[in-house]
């Protein structure tokens, strides 16, 4: 069994910088996938940044040169710069190791003046 907490949520003004942590434990094997997702109010979820096992990194166009994603053993994190109000949403931790995909039960990011 696998368990993922999300922190480092909170509220912060248009340019702004929040760092998002993500803290796995349980039954956590050397070999698996880290990433963020994130939702907003009434839209469908999104992915936002993954690291592969391999350190090979994938971002989504909107935070792309924005948002770095980065780990050290098993807690990822999501550096988050220069933020917008389309930023705000629910951020939810991932990890996929042995075909499975375990999810945090998120963080809330709000972005405004």
């Known amino acids: 069994q696998v368990q993922l907490v999300e922190s480092g949520g909170g509220l912060v003004q248009p340019g702004g910088s929040l760092r998002l942590s993500c803290a796995a434990s349980?039954?956590?094997?050397?070999?698996?996938?880290m990433g963020w997702y994130r939702q907003a109010p009434g839209k469908e979820r999104e992915l936002v940044a993954v690291i592969y096992r391999l350190g090979i990194t994938n971002y989504a166009e909107s935070v792309k040169g924005r948002f770095a994603i980065s780990r050290n053993k098993n807690t990822v994190y999501l550096q988050m710069n220069s933020l917008k109000p389309d930023d705000t949403a629910v951020y939810y931790c991932?990890?996929?190791?042995?075909?499975?995909?375990?999810w945090g039960q998120g963080t809330q990011v709000t972005v405004s003046s």
């Open positions: 349980g039954s956590i094997g050397s070999s698996n996938d």
């Open positions: 991932t990890i996929t190791q042995y075909g499975a995909v375990y």
